[in-house]
């Protein structure tokens, strides 16, 4: 038998940073972080959210400002946080459009978002990160199953699963994975009137093998499993109510 603490690793007092932990499936993930006695670092960029979630985590919880597409931002928020054991992110801003309606220039301002927001943080992040450490970045189903209007976001969660393989042999022995979501009831879907919204969860919950759609706290074990088990590295969790099969 080996040793027990190798293969699962405690979170007790390890330092996490969530970028993206203000809302949604960071927000529950910075909490499930805490749960484990992680001391747990969020980070966005509007400074309402941050206190507001700073409120709602209580406990062990550090805020910054970041906007993670700039690298000059990111170099100065991991200079100010320092030595850290876990990065997670999940913030990202996606495109959703019919390919031949959708302006380039939004396809390219989500790929600024979602995927140079996420390879510029881990760039910046390495110096600090633990080598025993890990790296979780954030992809979506729509990378393996896109419906129309998603050929922006099938294109970004596939090459963030495509950098994350790569990321996982250049900066062994730290561990990177992805955990890609199906649909999550977030804040992401606010701006949508209510009603549409409950039709549109409604219809997909039907589609889906398990009958209803994420709440943010069925990802956010992901990534403490993640960051817990020693011997995963450059895999996606697909975690999408059975979607692909649907
Ligand atoms: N919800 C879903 O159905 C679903 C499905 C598949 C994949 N995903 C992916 O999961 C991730 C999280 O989604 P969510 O639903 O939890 O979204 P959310 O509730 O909108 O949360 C997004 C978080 O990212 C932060 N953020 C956005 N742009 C940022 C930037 N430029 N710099 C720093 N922080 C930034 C936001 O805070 P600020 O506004 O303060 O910056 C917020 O904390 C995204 O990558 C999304 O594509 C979501």
Known sequence: MGNREAIRMSLKEKRVIVVGGTSGIGLSTAKA??????????????????SE???????????????????????????KVGKFDHLVITAGEGAMGEFRELPVEQAQTAFDSKFWGQYITVKAAIPYLNQEGSISLTSGVYGKRPPK????????????E?????LTVDLAPIRVNVVSPGIVD?????????????SMFNAIARQLPVGRIAQ???????????????FTTGSVILIEGGALLS
């Open 186 to 198: 977030t804040p992401v879907y606010a701006g949508m009137p209510e009603e549409d919204r409950k």
């Open 53 to 79: 979630a700073k409120q709602t985590l209580g406990g062990n919880v550090e805020a910054y400002e970041l906007d993670f597409r700039s690298e000059e931002k990111a170099a100065e928020f991991f200079e």
């Open 149 to 160: 209007g998603a050929s922006t976001l099938a294109a970004i969660n596939t090459a963030l």
């Open 162 to 166: 495509g950098l994350m393989r790569g």
């Open 216 to 230: 943010s706290e069925d990802i956010a074990e992901a990534y403490v499993y993640l960051a817990k088990n020693g």
């Open 33 to 50: 972080f805490l749960d484990e006695g992680a001391k747990v670092v969020i980070a966005s960029r509007s400074a309402a959210k941050l």
